[in-house]
Nanobody, 124 residues
């Protein structure tokens, strides 16, 4: 089992920055893939960014590539999502998710473990 707890959401102005954190506990081992999804009101949950726990290989959705950076700190058992140049369309609940997979997985239904979500609102 893997437990995930997100934090760091809030209200930010367009063009601003925010960093989300996901604290990971439980059965952390090689082969774990950590991913940030987001879900806006009335929309489906969508893939944003992913990283392998071992190796730190990353992959981004086109909508966030170049603005968001996903990293992990294996000593602190935490995954981060640094979000820069935020836009109103980035407003959503952001979820941290985990799955035991080496290949990139972008579909929410493929993930085994989920956090409770943290709200990000981009507005002036």
């Amino acid at each position: 089992q893997v437990q995930l707890v997100e934090s760091g959401g809030g209200l930010v102005q367009p063009g601003g920055s925010l960093t989300l954190s996901c604290r990971v506990s439980g059965s952390i081992f090689r082969g774990l893939r950590m991913t940030w999804f987001r879900q806006a009101p009335g929309k489906e949950r969508e893939f944003a960014a992913t990283i392998t726990w071992s190796g730190g290989y990353t992959y981004y959705a086109d909508s966030v590539d170049g603005r968001f950076t996903i990293t992990r700190d294996t000593a602190e058992n935490t995954v981060y999502l640094q979000m820069n140049r935020l836009k109103p369309e980035d407003t959503a609940t952001y979820y941290c998710a985990a799955v035991r997979s080496v290949p990139v997985k972008r579909a929410a239904q493929e993930y085994e473990y989920w956090g409770q979500g943290t709200q990000v609102t981009v507005s002036s």
